[in-house]
């Protein structure tokens, strides 16, 4: 059968191309990148498979296996048959043989999945979702508590007070602020800068945790208790913690102030300094 014929003879009923894609991505995100199709209740095939079967599928490729005008070619041998439009079901077992689970993902990949989100409240008051900003090779990870009004107006992670402070620190270790990465517990601005809520972080923080998974730093600074709360899972006050380097996976964790709690207690910035002097010799080892 060629292509034409299989264009043909899929199902017109999109529904089911919806529900083919999104199964197609719920694998991805497991980590399953290929596929192949066989002929429904046939006996799988023993064949050697061609390079062109093991090429990862992606939906927009099932788009254009299924005939919707996309011009994405099918990675499958043109033999393969259509997937009944009878039952989602039974489309789902045409699908077999996963492909090895690929390597971590990528900044970009996180973002495009965080998409318009719109998974907690946050979400209706934001001008701009604040990802984060940075190498994507950092070495030192900041996180924050969540964007203030500048960091909403531009979408971009400590750019008001805060962060000029921040900046200040960060040159005073010897690094630039491209060199490491900035990013927050929540990504959207909590209204009047109140504390992210526990709905908040649960929808939000998961997407840090990637971030951080992605990076793979040497060390994770969380600037005040709800980045230490959310990276570190404790809830011990900040007082007791500051200053420490705690295990973090295979990388390290370490707590300070927030620089606005700095800018709104002046005389605790030499703790800050000292701080940052320790994550300076930390990184030097
Ligand atoms: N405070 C934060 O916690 N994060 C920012 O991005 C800015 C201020």
Redesign the pocket.
Same mark, same amino acid.
């Given at each position: 059968m060629n292509r034409a014929q299989v264009r043909e003879d899929m199902p017109s009923d999109s529904s089911l191309h919806e529900k083919i894609a999104a199964y197609l991505e719920f694998q991805e995100e497991l980590g399953v990148e290929g596929f192949y199709r066989r002929r429904a209740g046939s006996v799988p095939r023993t064949r050697t498979r061609s390079p062109r079967d093991s090429r990862p599928l992606s939906a927009g490729a099932v788009e254009g296996a299924a005939g919707k005008g996309s011009p994405v070619e099918p990675p499958l041998a043109p033999t393969s048959l259509p997937i009944p439009a009878s039952s989602v079901a039974q489309s789902l077992s045409l699908f077999e043989a996963p492909a090895p689970k690929r390597g971590p993902e990528t900044l970009d990949e996180i973002r495009t999945d965080l998409g318009d989100c719109q998974r907690c409240k946050l979400a209706a008051g934001r001008k701009h979702i604040?990802f984060g900003q940075g190498s994507p090779k950092a070495q030192l990870v900041f996180v924050?508590?969540?964007?203030?009004a500048d960091?909403d107006e531009q979408g971009l992670?400590?750019v008001?007070r #805060?962060?000029q402070l921040l900046n200040r620190m960060i040159q005073l270790v010897g690094m630039k602020r491209e060199e490491v990465y900035i990013c927050?517990v929540v990504k959207c601005r909590p209204p009047g800068n109140r504390p992210p809520e526990k709905d908040e972080v649960d929808a939000c923080s998961p997407f840090l945790f990637r971030q951080i998974e992605a990076i793979r730093p040497k060390l994770v600074c969380c600037?005040g208790a709800p980045a230490m709360r959310t990276v570190l899972g404790i809830t011990e006050g900040i007082s007791k913690v500051r200053g420490q380097f705690r295990d973090y996976g295979v990388a390290k964790a370490f707590v300070t102030f927030?620089p #606005?709690y700095i800018l709104r207690n002046p005389r605790d910035e030499k703790i800050l300094r000292e701080d940052f002097e320790s994550i300076r010799r930390f990184l030097s080892k």
């Open positions: 604040v924050g508590e969540g964007p203030g960091e992670p400590f008001g #805060a962060g927050n600037l927030h #606005a």
